[in-house]
């Protein structure tokens, strides 16, 4: 196995060039710092995103998946300069994001936008739906007067809503057809790219499969791609090209959906897999429920940060020799694990050779094969 820096390629991508990756995250780090006392001083900090690394192609959907607090959202927020790195770099293609001037900025903005988890408070409740999905187009000064009015009808046809609700308010709608109009807003600056960032998890079940239809449908039309951040499995399967799983501000696992689904080499992703449910299930499959809460980011655990909780290092301390294990307390109670899970921390590496695109970072992940 090869130590994977970076998921895909190492080579810088060029504007147009569809070939090389449209963005390129390189050991990106979101580090918030801690205060305390009457001098707020700096105690430690809260490792929301810890060297994490991805591409996205062209036209490429990108799911990354884990539990709440896991750091998927920072990372969508980061690479798009809403919160401040602490270090790492991003280029979208071929430019540097992090290094960008204001006016650079302005141009990349354009091609990279976002859609917000949350429907209601993503749109102003004093602004028109009008407003809203024009302001974008006339803050980069693309079009006003009576082309700004067709292209928001234009947006609004797009998104499966009627023109003439532009003249309406956010809250005379549905959560659905307010995040419909969150997209047409996101599209109106012909973006590249969109970070989706938990788009269907505030919205009924029965309108989630309209806008990931949605979603589908426009990536097709006008060659998108999407960082599709989700705590669901089940959606992220259906939408995405590849998967990159996270746990506690890192990359656990990263493949391709078919490999990653099929066969998951991080006791990590197989808990999270378990709990997907089966459409018509053949054999049964048993839960992995996780014990404990997710530790916290401001003072994770030595090594694999995933050790309290990984039932793979307690069931391969059972039958390894006394010296390949060691005790340890886990919430008051004492448990053996393997020592090198408490001791080291492992790295994403290759599964299957220099070229593979799986990567898992599991010191075991042979031995984490179904
Ligand atoms: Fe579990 Fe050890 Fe693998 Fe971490 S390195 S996921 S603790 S088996």
Same mark, same amino acid.
């Given at each position: 196995?090869?130590?994977?820096?970076?998921?895909?390629?190492?080579?810088?991508?060029?504007?147009?060039?569809?070939?090389?990756?449209?963005?390129?995250?390189?050991?990106?780090?979101?580090?918030?710092?801690?205060?305390?006392?009457?001098?707020?001083?700096?105690?430690?900090?809260?490792?929301?995103?810890?060297?994490?690394?991805?591409?996205?192609?062209?036209?490429?959907?990108?799911?990354?998946?884990?539990?709440?607090?896991?750091?998927?959202?920072?990372?969508?927020?980061?690479?798009?300069?809403?919160?401040?790195?602490?270090?790492?770099?991003?280029?979208?293609?071929?430019?540097?994001?992090?290094?960008?001037?204001?006016?650079?900025?302005?141009?990349?903005?354009?091609?990279?936008?976002?859609?917000?988890?949350?429907?209601?408070?993503?749109?102003?409740?004093?602004?028109?739906?009008?407003?809203? *999905?024009?302001?974008?187009?006339?803050?980069?000064?693309?079009?006003?007067?009576?082309?700004?009015?067709?292209?928001?009808?234009?947006?609004?046809?797009?998104?499966?809503?009627?023109?003439?609700?532009?003249?309406?308010?956010?809250?005379?709608?549905?959560?659905?057809?307010?995040?419909?109009?969150?997209?047409?807003?996101?599209?109106?600056?012909?973006?590249?790219?969109?970070?989706?960032?938990?788009?269907?998890?505030?919205?009924?079940?029965?309108?989630?499969?309209?806008?990931?239809?949605?979603?589908?449908?426009?990536?097709?039309?006008?060659?998108?791609?999407?960082?599709?951040?989700?705590?669901?499995?089940?959606?992220?399967?259906?939408? @995405?090209?590849?998967?990159?799983?996270?746990?506690?501000?890192?990359?656990?696992?990263?493949?391709?959906?078919?490999?990653?689904?099929?066969?998951?080499?991080?006791?990590?992703?197989?808990?999270?897999?378990?709990?997907?449910?089966?459409?018509?299930?053949?054999?049964?499959?048993?839960?992995?429920?996780?014990?404990?809460? *997710?530790?916290?980011?401001?003072?994770?655990?030595?090594?694999?940060?995933?050790?309290?909780?990984?039932?793979?290092?307690?069931?391969?301390?059972?039958?390894?020799?006394?010296?390949?294990?060691?005790?340890?307390?886990?919430?008051?109670?004492?448990?053996?694990?393997?020592?090198?899970?408490?001791?080291?921390?492992?790295?994403?590496?290759?599964?299957?050779?220099?070229?593979? @695109?799986?990567?898992?970072?599991?010191?075991? @992940?042979?031995?984490?094969?179904?």
């Amino acid at each position: 196995m090869t130590t994977a820096t970076q998921n895909d390629t190492t080579s810088a991508s060029a504007a147009g060039d569809k070939s090389a990756p449209l963005l390129e995250v390189e050991h990106l780090k979101t580090y918030f710092p801690v205060k305390r006392g009457l001098m707020k001083r700096t105690v430690g900090y809260v490792k929301a995103v810890d060297d994490v690394s991805f591409t996205v192609g062209h036209g490429e959907t990108l799911g990354l998946v884990g539990e709440s607090g896991c750091g998927k959202t920072t990372v969508g927020r980061t690479l798009l300069r809403l919160i401040p790195a602490t270090g790492g770099s991003v280029r979208f293609d071929g430019t540097d994001v992090f290094d960008a001037d204001r006016q650079t900025m302005q141009r990349l903005r354009r091609g990279m936008q976002i859609i917000f988890q949350d429907p209601v408070g993503s749109l102003n409740p004093r602004m028109t739906v009008g407003r809203i *999905v024009g302001e974008p187009i006339q803050v980069h000064g693309l079009a006003s007067g009576s082309a700004l009015t067709d292209r928001v009808a234009d947006l609004l046809n797009r998104v499966g809503l009627s023109p003439d609700y532009a003249t309406r308010y956010p809250h005379e709608f549905s959560g659905g057809q307010r995040q419909r109009i969150g997209i047409a807003r996101a599209l109106g600056l012909k973006p590249k790219f969109i970070v989706c960032d938990e788009p269907v998890s505030a919205l009924d079940v029965s309108i989630q499969s309209q806008v990931l239809n949605l979603l589908n449908d426009l990536q097709d039309e006008f060659g998108l791609a999407y960082l599709f951040v989700a705590h669901n499995l089940a959606v992220v399967e259906h939408f @995405s090209d590849r998967v990159a799983v996270m746990y506690l501000g890192r990359i656990v696992e990263v493949a391709d959906r078919d490999t990653l689904y099929a066969d998951p080499r991080h006791p990590y992703t197989h808990a999270l897999l378990s709990a997907v449910p089966l459409p018509k299930p053949i054999v049964e499959k048993k839960r992995i429920v996780l014990q404990g809460e *997710v530790p916290s980011p401001s003072n994770p655990p030595s090594g694999c940060h995933f050790h309290p909780r990984c039932p793979l290092a307690r069931t391969l301390a059972e039958n390894a020799g006394g010296s390949d294990t060691v005790q340890i307390r886990i919430n008051g109670e004492s448990h053996t694990l393997m020592a090198k899970c408490v001791n080291e921390s492992p790295t994403l590496d290759r599964i299957g050779g220099e070229d593979a @695109s799986h990567c898992a970072a599991c010191h075991f @992940s042979e031995e984490a094969k179904r």
